[in-house]
C-alpha cells in the first residue's frame, strides 16, 4: 500500500461528482448543535439519528436543560438513535465540560481559532475523537477537513489508500494532509453517497462502479485472503 497522490485523490472526487450530479453542502449548524447531532448518529442511520435530535430539542429547547435534566429523560427523548443511554451521558459529559471551560453552553468563539486549534478544542472533549471532530468543523464551521465515517472507510481502504487492517483513526490520520482542502467537503459527501448506493459493505455492485479502474477490491475480492474488507 502506497498514499495516495492528491492527483488521485481528485480524481476519485471528480468521477464520483460526475457519477452523483451537483454537490450541495448541508446548512450550517451551531457548533454545538452539530456537535450533538454527530454524537447521535453514531451506530444508527441518518433517519433515526435525524429523529433522535429533533425528538432531543423538542423535549429541550435549550441547552442548559439537557445539561440539567436527569440522564433517563435525556436518555429516552434520544431512543430513535440506538444505545440511548450510551449517548445521552457522553452528551451530558461534553455540555458539562463546554460549560466548564465557557461559563455557559456557547461555543461560538471556536469560529475565531484557526483549524489546528478548534480541532485540539474539540478533540479535548469527553469522547470526542478526529471524526466528530472534523464534522463539527466543516459541517459547522465550514472549514476543510475530512471525516472518516464507516462508508468513507470502507470505501478508502477498499481503494488501497490505506491498509486493509487500519481502523478509521488511523485512516483520517493518513488522509488528512493528502486530501486537497478544497474538495475534502464535496469527497466525503460523494463518498457516503457512493458507499450507500454501489460500494455497499455487502455484495458491492463493482460491475456499476465508477472507480473499478482504480480499485483493487474487484480483483481481491473472490479471493479467500484473509483480508476484511467490509
Known sequence: MTA????????????????QGPFTPKPLLPVIDELVATVLSQHTSDVNSDRA????????????QVADAPVTQVADAIRAGGIANQ????????LAAIEAREGSLDLSRLHDMDDAAAERYLRDLPGVGPKTAA???????????FPVDTHVHRIVRRLGWVPAAANADKAHQVLAPLVPPAIK??????????????CRAARPLCGDCVLRDLCAYPAAAPHEDGRNWS
Do not use: N
Open 185 to 198: 467537503y464535496d469527497l466525503h459527501v460523494a463518498m457516503i453517497a457512493h458507499g450507500r448506493t454501489v
Open 87 to 94: 449517548k445521552a451521558r457522553r452528551i451530558q459529559q461534553i
Open 4 to 19: 495516495p497522490r492528491s492527483g488521485e485523490i481528485a480524481a476519485v472526487q471528480q468521477r464520483l461528482r460526475a457519477s
Open 53 to 64: 435530535f429533533a425528538e432531543l430539542k423538542a423535549r429541550f429547547p435549550e441547552w442548559e
Open 135 to 145: 464534522c463539527v468543523l466543516v459541517f459547522a464551521m465550514g472549514r476543510p477537513a
